[in-house]
């Protein structure tokens, strides 16, 4: 099983700062198969990335995800109020089980 | 536009079987990976696991309790977890992924679970 691995647990930070996201995995990861979502309390999680760098439909620009291997990121070039949330990062490789990284919450300072 | 939704029981007894059944409207319960996943009160995410084309994955920490079906003629699958504890108190939620692909050189790339139930509170309690 691969263990996904995110840091840091919080991220404190100010509206237009800029936010990077890690997310480690215990082997390696094919980028076609690593997401992002981004969840707000008592809502769905809502995907963000896929295949490391694609983003979702309606996803704006401001998000990026990067990486491959065993180390990916996902960074909100400028925070916007509505972007203060738990994020998580998810693998679903052609061999299972699929995982997901025990979240990044990304609250404001 | 496609949608899902679970329904089922909110309150399951201890030792019991929890049953929750999804239901897809807006596309055809073929051609996708239609998966099952939970979220206990405060905590992450976990993948419980799928049912392709009658396939079916589960995580290994679930395998020997839990079974995912498919009804076709309904556009439904279902979830059955038995032997349920207070540990499998969560929110529990059906999603999609597409299974198609897409290539840039030699390299295929896929899409992810990108269409999630709205999420039913399932409780283990006496």
């Known amino acids: 099983e691969i263990v996904l691995t995110q840091s840091p647990g919080t991220l404190s930070l100010s509206p237009g700062d800029r936010a990077t996201l890690s997310c480690r995995a215990s082997q390696s990861v094919s980028s076609s198969y690593l997401a992002w979502y981004q969840q707000k309390p008592g809502q769905v999680p809502r995907l963000l990335i896929y295949a490391a760098s694609s983003r979702a439909t309606g996803i704006p620009d401001r998000f990026s995800g990067s990486g491959s291997g065993t180390d990916f990121t996902l960074t909100i070039s400028r925070l916007e109020p509505e972007d203060f949330a738990v994020y998580y990062c998810h693998q679903y490789s052609s061999s299972p089980p699929w995982t997901f990284g025990q979240g990044t919450k990304v609250e404001i300072k | 536009q496609v949608q899902l939704q679970e329904s089922g029981p909110g309150l399951v007894k201890p030792s019991e079987t929890l049953s929750l059944t999804c239901t897809v409207s807006?596309?055809?319960?073929?051609?996708?990976?239609w998966s099952w996943i939970r979220q206990p009160p405060g905590k992450g995410l976990e993948w419980i696991g799928y049912i392709y084309y009658g396939s079916t994955n589960y995580n290994p920490s679930l395998k020997s309790r839990v079974t995912i079906s498919v009804d076709t003629s309904k556009n439904q699958f279902s979830l059955n977890l038995s032997s349920v504890t207070a540990a499998d108190t969560a929110v529990y939620y059906c999603a999609r992924r597409p299974s198609s692909s897409w290539s840039i050189g030699p390299i295929s790339y896929y899409y992810a679970m990108d269409v999630w139930g709205q999420g039913t509170t399932v409780t283990v309690s006496s």
């Open positions: 807006g596309a055809s319960i073929s051609s996708y990976y």
